[in-house]
């Protein structure tokens, strides 16, 4: 409670106290305590009067409205008592009873109800404002008719106030229980707790009650005087009270909460008990065998009526809410419906799991790519499925996200399926929260992307692969230039010498051979590197015909004999091997280049043999050397472009690394195969086949051996 506030109460309840003892006392002779008492009354509610106009003029919205209301019905109660007073004081003749002026405190009441339903505590809607002044009514009509039953209207028929006057007796106290109700009411509907401003309303209409009430037991009494004075004390209060509020500095609430308009069961159930209290009221009367007189049946009529428009508004609200609960309820299953054909036709595996990773329930999908049925799932751990390792990551991300420090989580790994198939998964975690804020459950999707993984592990194999060639492709650029560097150097300088006088016939014959030599490896360089480009751009044609490979052998060998004479090459032909479709020249080159290789990487010399032979369909040549072999990591490397090997302390051999690679392509255009087999430091055995044609193939197969 605000200072001001508790000062004004203070104030409030001296005035009322000193009130209450000039009038109770009638200490100033009863004259004044008259004039005290009536102009008392008009005092105090034009002072609820003024503060309420205050109110309004400073507030904004509805609660301007509210208090200007206020400022009206309590301007309407005060000139209703002021004309009592004017004519009971100043003019010496008491007001009869029902008067002008009770038309001046009836006005009062809707005045004051309207300005309840205007401030922004009720119901937000008007058919809920309808209902709670229904409901009030029918609760203050109840209690009315059973207090008339039950002692009031015998007070009554002994009063003679007859049946209006009664009826105003009775409407005074009522009217304060309406508006008290409407209070109670609409405040604890709305949020389960009565704001300050509303206390003090229901402080005010509660003394207002207290006066009526005992107003009305006074009059009924016949006792009036002193007593019937004290009972003003109670109107005094409710004024200044109400004055109190509208000046004390309480802000009303900002806005209505639409939980206001919802209807609980204690609200329902208040009619209810009004009516039963009437019917027990009208028992006791029959039981007792009272007359209760006209007063009583309208009071009754106008419970039943006022009970029936409410339980009209309740049925009328109860149908509006099942309509609308069916069609929530139709929406729902639609939605729900939706909800099972998404997951279940979902191209992604969904999960529920629990904290520890177990599986709680899957989709179609999932049960598909962990080729398990759905059902067998349920209840098993996730962890054997995952990879080694996943298990332990996922639990600790699993934390983070109970924490709150991660919102979700998405992860690439491997995954192993119940028929042991792997495949690559990107998993998406989302922690699914309680209210309480606990974990309830773990929503994991599961995206297949192997497809996508293995084109990406292809892309960088591929880039790697480029790199490879590139990082061999400059190697043989620099061995390359080095080489022709070498060769120019030696034919420069031999040349040189070739144009003194000093050199001999012998010597010239000698340099012109270096000089040739020099130059013969360059071109064979260059026909490599043409050769290479030419096989690589696929513009190289093979001139087809019939060629004897013993013969071509045999060639190429005699030739070759001059290479060396370090080794001694010998050649094992089989005889019956015939000819074959071939293009002579690039089957020479094959065979010249292994034999060329044979020699050039077995340096300590020894044989060669050249040798071929007829098997399944084909004609084999194989060149087997003793030299240096081949490490088994290299055997089907040294066939690509630019591979070279080049065996720790042996002395450097020239070469470009595309002559195997320039073979390899000429023998796979003839539809043939190379391959070599090869020990190190004992030698190998290069091989090609080239196939027979289907007559030649036949024809060898009948031949007897
Ligand atoms: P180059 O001989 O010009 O380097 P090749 O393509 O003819 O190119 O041979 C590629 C590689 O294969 C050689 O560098 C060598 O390491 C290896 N090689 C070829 N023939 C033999 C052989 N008969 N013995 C051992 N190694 C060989």
Not at 17 to 31: H, K, P, S, T, W
Not at 78 to 100: C, D, I, M, Q, R
Not at 168 to 194: K, N
Not at 356 to 362: G, P
Request: proline share 4%; hydrophobic share 50%; with cysteine.
């Amino acid at each position: 409670m605000n200072r001001r506030l508790g000062v004004g109460v203070a104030a409030v309840v001296m005035i009322v106290v000193a009130y209450a003892a000039l009038v109770g006392g009638r200490a100033g002779g009863e004259a004044t305590a008259v004039a005290v008492e009536d102009y008392g009354r008009a005092v105090a509610a034009l002072s609820a009067v003024v503060a309420c106009s205050i109110a309004a003029r400073r507030a904004a919205g509805p609660t301007r409205i509210g208090w200007s209301l206020l400022a009206l019905s309590a301007l309407s109660w005060g000139a209703g008592t002021l004309y009592g007073a004017v004519s009971e004081v100043n003019l010496g003749v008491a007001a009869p009873f029902p008067s002008l002026a009770d038309a001046g405190h009836l006005a009062a009441v809707p005045l004051a109800a309207a300005a309840l339903l205007a401030f922004p505590f009720g119901p937000a809607t008007a058919m809920g404002r309808i209902r709670l002044v229904l409901d009030s009514l029918s609760v203050a009509t109840s209690l009315a008719y059973i207090a008339w039953s039950v002692g009031l209207g015998s007070l009554e028929s002994q009063a003679r106030t007859g049946v209006l006057g009664g009826l105003l007796l009775v409407a005074y106290p009522a009217a304060d229980l309406v508006l008290l109700t409407m209070i109670a009411m609409s405040v604890r509907r709305a949020a389960g707790e009565y704001p300050l401003l509303a206390r003090l309303f229901g402080a005010a209409f509660l003394c207002n009650l207290v006066a009526d009430a005992s107003f009305a037991y006074f009059a009924l009494h016949g006792q009036g005087g002193a007593l019937g004075g004290l009972s003003a004390a109670g109107w005094v209060a409710g004024y200044l009270v109400l004055a109190l509020a509208a000046v004390a500095g309480i802000s009303a609430p900002a806005a209505r909460s639409s939980a206001a308009d919802e209807v609980g069961m204690g609200h329902l159930a208040l009619p209810w008990i009004g009516v039963a209290g009437v019917i027990a009221a009208s028992i006791w009367v029959a039981a007792t065998g009272r007359q209760t007189g006209v007063t009583a049946a309208l009071i009754g009529s106008g419970m039943g009526i006022v009970f029936i428009s409410s339980q009209v508004l309740t049925l009328r609200d109860a149908l509006g809410l099942l309509v609308r609960s069916r069609r929530a309820e139709s929406e729902l299953r639609e939605r729900t419906a939706l909800l099972v054909e998404i997951t279940e036709r979902s191209p992604l595996g969904i999960a529920r799991i629990t904290e520890d990773l177990h599986i709680i329930d899957v989709n179609p999908r999932l049960s598909e790519m962990l080729a398990v049925p759905a059902r067998a799932l349920a209840g098993a751990p996730l962890g054997q499925f995952l990879g080694p390792g996943d298990v332990e990551k996922a639990l600790a991300r699993n934390e983070l996200m109970k924490s709150g420090r991660l919102s979700h989580a998405e992860v690439d790994g491997e995954m192993r399926s119940a028929d042991g198939r792997t495949f690559w998964v990107h998993r998406r975690v989302t922690p699914v929260f309680k209210a309480n804020g606990l974990i309830h459950y773990f929503l994991v999707m599961f995206e297949d992307v192997s497809e996508k993984h293995r084109l990406e592990e292809a892309a960088l194999a591929n880039l790697a692969e480029l790199e490879r060639i590139s990082r061999l492709k400059s190697e043989f650029l620099s061995m390359v230039s080095h080489e022709f560097r070498t060769a120019l150097t030696g034919i420069q300088g031999y040349s040189e010498v070739l144009t003194t006088d000093e050199v001999t016939t012998d010597e010239v014959k000698e340099f012109a051979g270096d000089v040739n030599s020099e130059a013969q490896r360059l071109n064979r360089m260059i026909t490599e590197m043409l050769d290479m480009d030419r096989i690589e751009s696929g513009r190289i044609q093979l001139h087809l015909q019939p060629v004897d490979l013993n013969e071509l052998v045999t060639q190429v060998v005699e030739r070759s004999r001059m290479l060396s004479t370090k080794h001694s090459i010998t050649i094992a032909l089989d005889p019956s091997a015939p000819c074959i479709e071939g293009d002579s020249d690039r089957l020479t080159q094959v065979v010249s280049n292994l034999l060329t290789n044979a020699v050039k990487y077995s340096p300590g010399g020894g044989e060669i043999l050249v040798s071929t032979r007829v098997a399944d369909g084909h004609v084999e040549v194989a060149v087997q050397d003793h030299g240096q072999g081949i490490p088994p990591e290299f055997v089907t490397k040294i066939f690509g472009r630019y591979e070279r090997y080049e065996s720790a302390g042996a002395a450097k051999v020239v070469g470009t690394g595309l002559g195997l690679a320039i073979s390899q392509q000429i023998v796979q255009l003839h539809k043939g195969r190379i391959w070599v087999e090869s020990v190190v430091g004992a030698g190998s055995i290069f091989r090609f086949i080239i196939p027979l044609s289907p007559a030649a193939a036949s024809a060898t197969v009948a031949a007897p051996r």
